[in-house]
């Protein structure tokens, strides 16, 4: 390790990696601290009895060629190393009335299953996807140069639930549009139009991806590419301090060591970044006001399970399943964040069924995954906190097993994570999946170097780029990387 770097990445997360690949890629010297043993950050997968546990990837979009994540996962050079899986259908809902695979990369088809379950609302169905065609076209074809047309301006100035109800007055045939508001952990009446409807369209028109390999693989092609380029990695090493002087990052301090760097990108939360790493005394008040306004994700419960079965036999056409108890998102929300466990909606992902590298002999691999509110979780008592997080993971999986009953006979290994477990992994400010909470009339971007007044430090995660997902992490690494490059000042 040297004593001076081009660049200092915080994080190894996707963020961190793609960042590290592309400012090596362009001669950089660059340093990634990371906390944990490896690489990989949400995405990191682990193994256990021979099941490869994937904790949070499902289903990409942009994975055409020409398209974003494509074409930043081609300028990283792995693209001839990952390969795309494309499920069969895009997700299955399920709701008390209802049981619908929607089709991928088939809009056409998918209006004619909700006109055929709606008929008197087939004006209005018809309507919403041609505007949103319109939305996403718009922004497809701004190539990042965007301005508020009026086709865009009900889309960023209005919530999901206001642009849904202009087209749709059945609160069922509503419910069931917006079932996937969980990936975004906001209701449709809280989240900002265009952060749903744009990559809606975008999974309904083009399609959702799975990588061979999962997220790790993923990550693991990133980090060997990054190594191979020359960054260095130091894992196992939490960092303590930055020091900053005339508004510049200056030196980054972890363990006994002290580096220089050039710039410093942060792929951690922001608040752990900023609070502790940098310091409030380097920043101005006005800017210490609007970071403790930000309000973090909601967080997530998931259990891993590897089962002694192939659900392949009997499941082979899902993938994703959504369950959704009523048609109400509000209060689905509210017993999510609550921890009402009989009421949230939840979804079951079916890893095995398109990836057998995940699993060996006639076995699965599934997960299933509940939005939770963190403050039920800050529980003192370790008895407790282990009595509570198998009551809710037994009632979870109750419920899984009235989809698919082979569930229950068939576990061989279980593994329990709670929002403080992401916590503890990530360091992510109570345990948001998300980044910040992205609803209306919240701060919509975190551009460090303008908001935070020190001028070369950046920010390459889920908290600095509108939206959620790996695709808006990577939009975020790109911005970054391209912001470095195109600086002309010597740190």
């Not at 399609?207 to 130091?234: H, I, M, P, Q, S």
């Amino acid at each position: 390790m040297k004593d001076k770097y081009d660049v200092v990445i915080v994080g190894s997360g996707i963020g961190g990696l793609v960042s590290a690949v592309l400012l090596s890629e362009a001669g950089r010297s660059v340093l990634v601290i990371e906390k944990e043993p490896g690489p990989g950050g949400y995405l990191a997968g682990f193994t256990i009895d021979g099941f490869a546990f994937e904790p949070s990837l499902h289903l990409l979009n942009g994975c055409s060629e020409g398209r974003y994540t494509y074409e930043i996962l081609k300028q990283c050079k792995i693209t001839d190393k990952i390969r795309f899986i494309k499920p069969k259908y895009l997700y299955r809902g399920i709701f008390p009335d209802f049981d619908i695979r929607v089709p991928q990369s088939d809009p056409d088809k998918y209006k004619s299953i909700l006109i055929g379950l709606f008929p008197d609302s087939e004006h209005g169905i018809e309507e919403l996807f041609s505007s949103t065609l319109k939305m996403f076209r718009e922004i497809t074809a701004s190539d990042g140069v965007r301005t508020i047309s009026p086709i865009l301006m009900p889309y960023f100035r209005r919530t999901c639930g206001e642009v849904l109800g202009q087209y749709i007055k059945d609160e069922k045939l509503k419910a069931i549009i917006v079932q996937p508001w969980t990936y975004f952990g906001l209701p449709p009446s809280l989240l900002r139009a265009v952060d749903f409807f744009y990559p809606w369209y975008d999974y309904v028109c083009n399609g959702g991806y799975y990588v061979k390999r999962g997220g790790l693989g993923l990550v693991n092609e990133l980090y060997d590419r990054a190594e191979a380029n020359g960054a260095t990695f130091v894992f196992n090493q939490k960092v303590d301090k930055v020091e900053v002087h005339d508004n510049y990052c200056k030196h980054v301090i972890f363990g006994s060591a002290k580096v220089s760097c050039g710039v410093l990108i942060s792929g951690a939360d922001l608040f752990s970044t900023v609070t502790d790493l940098i310091g409030a005394k380097h920043l101005p008040q006005t800017t210490l006001n609007k970071i403790k306004s930000i309000m973090p994700s909601i967080s997530n419960f998931e259990i891993f399970l590897g089962l002694s079965t192939d659900l392949r036999n009997k499941y082979s056409d899902d993938y994703e399943i959504l369950i959704s108890s009523d048609y109400d998102p509000d209060s689905q929300y509210n017993a999510s964040l609550s921890d009402d466990v009989k009421a949230a909606p939840f979804s079951i992902t079916l890893y095995s069924n398109i990836d057998n590298s995940c699993t060996s002999g006639n076995k699965s691999m599934i997960t299933i995954n509940m939005l939770s509110g963190y403050d039920h979780w800050k529980i003192k008592s370790d008895e407790e906190y282990r009595g509570k997080k198998d009551e809710v993971a037994d009632i979870l999986i109750k419920r899984a097993c009235k989809i698919i009953p082979e569930i229950e006979d068939n576990i061989q290994t279980k593994v329990v994570s709670t929002p403080t477990t992401f916590e503890r992994y990530t360091n992510n400010y109570k345990g948001a999946i998300y980044g910040n909470n992205r609803s209306i009339g919240s701060l919509a971007e975190v551009r460090p170097g303008n908001s935070l007044k020190i001028k070369n430090l950046h920010f390459a995660s889920a908290w600095a780029r509108q939206g959620s997902g790996v695709e808006k992490v990577l939009h975020s690494a790109g911005e970054v990387v391209k912001r470095i490059l195109n600086e002309q000042q010597e740190y």
